[in-house]
């Protein structure tokens, strides 16, 4: 099984901070790379797909790169709203592993 | 509007079985990968099931031989039959819509209780 490692598990940062989450898989997922947003006590809502397509209807600040192991999610001026824990999922083959997930929390 | 809504969960004892529906509307579920996410208390995201708009299942190794997936097409629902249930199966069950391939979940469900306990 593919194993997702995201750091780091939580980050303080301060309203307009450009944000930077990292996900490393234990091998290549190709672009098969998944971020989704999980507000607390809410769903699960997917951010962006194929490593760097940003989800419908999800704000322009949102954005994704990388390929193979290593992928980053970034957040270039943090709002109020984007408190939440963010998980990476690869969906290159089952299973289709989570990464622990990043708790962000705003200062 | 596309909508997924999970029902069925509850409290059982260990070693007990309990069977979850997902209802979809606004689109044909059997169209799509469908896949069965579940969240331990305080804890991450992990999939333990899905089946592919062909009809191929896939489970995580920690629910084989235990749970199983199917689709009822008439109904347009997604079912996750689970019996032998022990208590680190205990969290809240999601079903979401994978688009297809390539995509990613894009439609989840607001998801489903289950307590195993004593």
């Known amino acids: 099984d593919i194993q997702m490692t995201q750091s780091p598990s939580s980050l303080s940062a301060s309203v307009g901070d450009r944000v930077t989450i990292t996900c490393r898989a234990s091998?290549?997922?190709?672009?098969?790379l998944a971020w989704y947003q999980q507000k607390p006590g809410k769903v699960p809502s997917l951010l962006i797909y194929?490593?760097?397509t940003l989800q419908s209807g999800v704000p322009s600040r949102f954005s994704g790169s990388g390929s193979g192991t290593e992928f980053t999610l970034t957040i270039s001026s943090l709002q109020p709203d984007d408190l939440a824990t963010y998980y990476c999922?690869?969906?290159?083959?089952?299973?289709?592993?989570f990464g622990q997930g990043t708790k962000l929390e705003i200062k | 509007e596309l909508q997924l809504v999970e029902s069925g969960g509850g409290l059982v004892q260990p070693g007990g079985s309990l069977r979850l529906s997902c209802a979809a509307s606004?689109?044909?579920?059997?169209?799509?990968?469908m896949h069965w996410v579940r969240q331990a208390p305080g804890r991450g995201l992990e999939c333990v099931s899905a089946?592919?708009?062909?009809?191929?299942?896939y489970y995580v190794d920690s629910v084989k031989d235990r749970f199983i997936i199917s689709r009822d097409n008439s109904k347009n629902t997604l079912s996750l039959q689970m019996d032998n249930l022990r208590v680190e199966d205990t969290a809240v069950y999601y079903c979401?819509?994978?688009?297809?391939?390539?995509?990613?979940?894009?439609?989840w469900g607001h998801g489903t209780m289950v307590t195993v306990s004593s």
């Open positions: 089946v592919s708009s062909g009809g191929d299942p």
């Open positions: 606004g689109f044909t579920l059997s169209s799509h990968p």
């Open positions: 194929k490593a760097s």
């Open positions: 999922q690869h969906y290159n083959s089952y299973p289709h592993t």
């Open positions: 979401a819509r994978r688009l297809g391939f390539g995509y990613a979940l894009d439609v």
């Open positions: 091998q290549s997922v190709g672009s098969w």
